[in-house]
């Protein structure tokens, strides 16, 4: 958020300094020219401090990764994803894949509604019979 507005008022000043340096056709060259150093010295300037700024913001974050509360983070973040994956891992191992035991059990299901349909038909051809 600093870094746009302090940019936002670098543009400001920039366009400021140029429109008042083209006022008239006839301005002074002079003028234009101390204008344009001035322009340069702000550029190079607002350059050197976005530089330092990174700089220090690349030292802070190396700063806080070397920190013990990031190392004990990630370690914690390792642990849980292996955790995580030996027990899926067990799982596979001990109920295999799932989807092959699924086919099956629909298939089971399916046979054990047919023969209830089954069942249920003859028994409904028996009771018209017989009555």
Known sequence: MFIKGFFGWILSL???FNIG????SNADPE????????IDVIVDESAGIV?????HARAKAD?????DAVK???EFVN???????????????HFGTGETELAEEDKEADAAEAAVEETAEE???????GA
Do not use: F, M, Y
Not at 31 to 38: E, G, R
Not at 79 to 93: G, Q
Not at 123 to 129: K, Q, R
């Open 14 to 16: 920039v366009l400021a």
């Open 21 to 24: 340096a083209g006022v008239g």
């Open 31 to 38: 003028l234009k020219q101390k204008v344009s150093d001035h």
């Open 51 to 55: 530089d330092d700024v990174a700089e």
């Open 63 to 67: 700063e806080l990764r070397d920190s």
């Open 72 to 74: 004990s983070a990630e």
């Open 79 to 93: 642990d849980v994803d292996e955790i995580v994956n030996n027990t899926l891992d067990d799982i596979d191992a």
């Open 123 to 129: 028994a409904a051809e028996e009771s018209t019979e």
